[in-house]
T-cell receptor, first 115, second 112 residues
């Protein structure tokens, strides 16, 4: 089954403790992206990757890192999480960008709480 | 403004029509989209419209586009309880290499 898999689904951590949220897709997609969803703010893009070893900042990259060593994986790293990074995170992938003939496929989300 | 804006909440009775509105920012956006987010899940593409179209109909869904006012709407006919979800409009701004900018989302509640 074609899918984007994020882990974990739920994560509670403390300020400053490094964490990684994994994302994997099995559709051979070139484009992958991370979003955070906050009430009243919609989805905001954190980082995206057009292909292996190519990553770029989105709208809210501060406090996050990503890597794209393999096509299928795009982990999101929080080196020193802070409470303002408490949010619902989504990974998405597509053949190329997010146009109508290359729609984004989303994972089911990771709810992160930083205390 | 810079944001793609939507009203936060809409409640309709089952069987009625729902109209979800969106104001986008870039008059040169080529494509505009509607995504649906069901509870506990990620977003799924619902429909889209090209900027050279005024209207697109797809079964119970009708998308209307007013380029002059940069206004996009999604009409759901005969709304069902399964339509309860958050709906996001999104645009690809010119010069952003297919980067989608999402609206704030409208939560649709369907009551019996």
């Amino acid at each position: 089954e074609a899918q984007v898999t994020q882990n974990p689904r739920y994560l509670i951590t403390v300020t400053g403790k490094k964490l990684t949220v994994t994302c994997s897709q099995n559709m051979n997609h070139e484009y992958m992206s991370w979003y955070r969803q906050d009430p009243g703010l919609g989805l905001r893009q954190i980082y995206y990757s057009m292909n292996v070893e190519v990553t770029d900042k989105g709208d809210v990259p501060e406090g996050y890192k990503v890597s794209r060593k393999e096509k299928r994986n795009f982990p999101l790293i929080l080196e020193s999480p802070s409470p303002n990074q408490t949010s619902l995170y989504f990974c998405a992938s597509s053949l190329s960008g997010g146009s109508y003939n290359s729609p984004l496929h989303f994972g089911n989300g990771t709810r992160l709480t930083v205390t | 403004g810079e944001d793609v804006e939507q009203s936060l909440f809409l409640s309709v009775r089952e069987g009625d029509s729902s109209v979800i509105n969106c104001t986008y920012t870039d008059s040169s956006s080529t494509y505009l989209y509607w995504y649906k987010q069901e509870p506990g899940a990620g977003l799924q593409l619902l429909t889209y419209i090209f900027s050279n179209m005024d209207m697109k109909q797809d079964q119970r869904l009708t998308v209307l586009l007013n380029k002059k006012d940069k206004h996009l709407s999604l009409r759901i006919a005969d709304t069902q309880t399964g339509d309860s979800a958050i709906y996001f409009c999104a645009e690809i701004k010119s010069g952003t290499a297919s980067k989608l900018t999402f609206g704030t989302g409208t939560r649709l509640q369907v009551t019996l």
